[in-house]
């Protein structure tokens, strides 16, 4: 049986990682790799959210609903956050 401590664990690594690329990918251009702006592409914003949904999906499944809004609630923002960016700002 898998305990709520191993599960909050797995939600927030989870949300670290993500969080992780998508802000490298944003600042991709204040490094030596600018080539990292793919991270932050819409391609790697659907991946995102596809696997949060799955993980989503997989935690309603056993009844974690703290993890399921948790979870939930951060990849909402941040492919809002991702989408506002691409909307209003990054002119290339």
């Known amino acids: ?20 690329l998508l802000a490298l990918g944003y ?6 790799w600018p080539r990292l702006r793919i991270l932050r592409s819409q391609g790697v914003t659907k991946a995102l959210l596809l696997a949060s949904t799955a993980l989503v999906g997989g935690f309603s499944l056993a009844g974690v609903m703290q993890y399921c809004a948790l979870l939930a609630t951060w990849a909402i923002l941040f492919s809002s956050l991702n989408w506002l960016f691409h909307y209003f700002g990054s002119v290339e």
């Open 1 to 20: 049986m898998v305990d709520a401590t191993d599960l909050g664990v797995l939600v927030v690594g989870w949300m670290a990682a993500w969080t992780g």
């Open 27 to 32: 600042l991709a251009d204040f490094t030596p």
